[in-house]
């Protein structure tokens, strides 16, 4: 058994499954749309600002943190935006799944 080609297999595997067809068909949506394709990115690049600070141990500033929320709360009233984010939590979820899974299986103990 070569790992791989095993690693190959579940890259087509994961292609091949709804989580990934169903955030890709939404991407490509939400592309079509600049004004969406733009507010979703500046909320992912805050999100990712405020998610660094935390992992880093620095205080995530309040204006960060109400910026977030609010683009947030926009986000959830758009229902493209909504379907894209909830396409997206379902593919991530899946890849995390699969990354505990073998986590899991080569823990040294």
Not at 29 to 42: F, H, I, K, S, Y
Not at 66 to 91: T, W
Request: aromatic share 10%; glycine share 4%.
């Amino acid at each position: 058994m070569n790992i791989y080609d095993e690693a190959h297999n579940l890259a087509k595997l994961i292609k091949a499954s709804d989580e990934y067809k169903q955030y890709v068909a939404v991407k490509k949506e939400v592309a079509a749309v600049p004004e969406l394709n733009e507010m979703l990115g500046d909320f992912q690049q805050k999100q990712f600002q405020m998610q660094a600070a935390q992992f880093s141990g620095q205080d995530v500033g309040p204006e960060l943190l109400q910026q977030v929320q609010d683009l947030y709360q926009i986000i959830m009233k758009d229902p493209m935006a909504m379907k894209y984010m909830q396409a997206e939590m379902g593919f991530t979820r899946m890849i995390s799944d699969i990354y505990k899974i073998l986590e899991d299986a080569v823990k040294v103990e």
